[in-house]
């Protein structure tokens, strides 16, 4: 038989589950890729409590890191406590597989899928390999480390003093002409060269790996 009275008291498992659910769906919300581990802190079974005749309210309130902490209110009878609970957000994010040095161009080998707490993380991270292969390493990197942003940068497709092919179109004419970097640069920037043939310090963009287009 069911009970029903005002004075039965509010199981502390029951209280347990719905903060478990709450956080779970909470944090499904923000990161829906993700794997959610949540262990609940046990509540004081000593609280007697009576039970409530209304839905539990729980809100999340505080939190720092992992340690989450979640607000429980009953507003027939009204009663509230603090629960504590330990979250772990799980996510597939690029590490390395070796030591990457400092300028090197980051190819499939060079990384790999790796479950990581992001909670536990201070700075961002990559979820998709085509994100990171071929982009250029900012600074050393350790094996099996995380990869953020602030390490790497997109490849060098110039570097300043070496030879490039200076291409300038006529309308379906293309006249291609050997010449020399000036600058380092990045698909799409504009950098200068300097046309072997003339002599003349020209700017033009960068089209390719060694390629220039000027107008």
Do not use: K
Not at 7 to 18: D, F, L, R, Y
Not at 40 to 67: A, K, W, Y
Not at 137 to 164: H, K
């Amino acid at each position: 038989m069911a009970i029903t009275s005002a004075n039965a008291q509010m199981s502390p498992e029951t209280i347990e589950q719905q903060v478990h659910d709450a956080i779970l769906t909470e944090f499904n919300t923000r990161l829906p890729e993700s794997r959610v581990e949540v262990i609940i802190n046990p509540v004081n079974t000593t609280l007697d409590l009576p039970r409530c005749l209304t839905p539990l309210e729980i809100t999340l309130p505080f939190s720092s890191g992992q340690r989450i902490t979640a607000r429980v209110n009953c507003h027939s009878p009204v009663w509230s406590l603090f629960v504590t609970a330990q979250v772990r957000q799980l996510m597939d994010v690029i590490v390395t597989n070796r030591p990457l040095p400092r300028n090197s161009r980051i190819s499939a080998s060079d990384i790999r899928l790796s479950e990581q707490d992001v909670i536990r993380m201070s700075g961002d991270y990559f979820v998709r390999l085509e994100d990171v292969i071929g982009q250029q390493v900012r600074r050393p990197i350790g094996n099996d480390q995380v990869i953020t942003s602030r390490m790497i940068e997109t490849a060098l497709a110039v570097t300043r003093g070496a030879q490039v092919s200076i291409e300038a179109r006529r309308g379906s004419l293309v006249i291609r002409t050997p010449g020399i970097a000036l600058e380092d640069g990045q698909l799409g920037q504009q950098i200068r060269v300097r046309n072997e043939q003339s002599g003349t310090e020209i700017r033009g963009t960068v089209i390719g790996n060694g390629m220039i287009q000027v107008q």
